[in-house]
């Protein structure tokens, strides 16, 4: 059985609304909180599958309690071989529509980087945006959500990126 952590970090709340949604579909007991539950990113490493979040900040910056975590594991090189990771955040399509959920695609760097194998990119077609760091092959780099323009479509793109992982996961 393959040992899941959810590590999220959200300002305004969106962010967790899907670690939990994440939780309860996968049967995960605990969601760590980056601002009040992380304490060293060995944390991360007692894990097989992580599903990382991150609202989106400024010019595309992660939420700030994901800096020095980030920070450590691209300067200290450290492995997360054998690691599967999910990425996941919130953004604003059009008032920051130039740097769309851009952290997701910064995390996706370091973790691909260190060694971790990504999974649950998703169609960019149903997304409206400028530029995004998430953006790669021509697909977001995991579940993009908008509450402030999309807020209609969050419950379906959450389903079906749950379904999506379930089915990746397996393979």
């Known amino acids: 059985m393959l040992k899941i952590g959810?590590?999220?970090?959200?300002?305004?709340?969106?962010?967790?609304?899907?670690?939990?949604?994440?939780a309860d579909a996968f049967e995960v007991d605990e969601i760590i909180n980056m601002e009040e539950d992380f304490d060293e990113v060995s944390?991360?490493?007692?894990?097989?599958?992580?599903?990382?979040?991150?609202?989106?900040?400024?010019?595309?910056?992660?939420?700030?309690?994901?800096?020095?975590?980030?920070?450590?594991?691209?300067?200290?090189?450290?492995?997360?071989?054998?690691?599967?990771?999910?990425?996941?955040?919130?953004?604003?399509s059009k008032k920051h529509g130039e740097h769309f959920c851009s952290a997701l695609g910064k995390l996706h760097k370091v973790f691909a980087d260190a060694g971790a194998k990504p999974l649950?990119?998703?169609?960019?077609?149903?997304?409206s945006y400028e530029f995004s760091l998430a953006e790669i092959d021509g697909k977001l780099c995991g579940l993009a959500i908008d509450e402030h323009n999309e807020s209609p479509k969050t419950p379906q793109r959450i389903e079906q990126w749950i379904e999506q992982l379930k089915y990746e996961l397996q393979q």
């Not at 959810?6 to 994440?22: D, P, T, Y």
């Not at 090189?77 to 999910?86: L, M, Q």
């Not at 649950?120 to 997304?127: C, Q, T």
Request: contains cysteine; aromatic residues 14%.
């Open 43 to 92: 944390q991360l490493l007692e894990h097989d599958v992580l599903f990382i979040g991150s609202s989106t900040w400024g010019q595309g910056d992660v939420h700030h309690s994901w800096v020095d975590p980030l920070f450590e594991i691209a300067s200290d090189d450290i492995d997360f071989g054998g690691k599967t990771v999910a990425f996941f955040g919130a953004g604003d």
């Open 120 to 127: 649950g990119f998703v169609p960019k077609d149903e997304y």
């Open 6 to 22: 959810i590590f999220c970090a959200s300002a305004g709340g969106n962010s967790m609304r899907v670690a939990q949604e994440l």
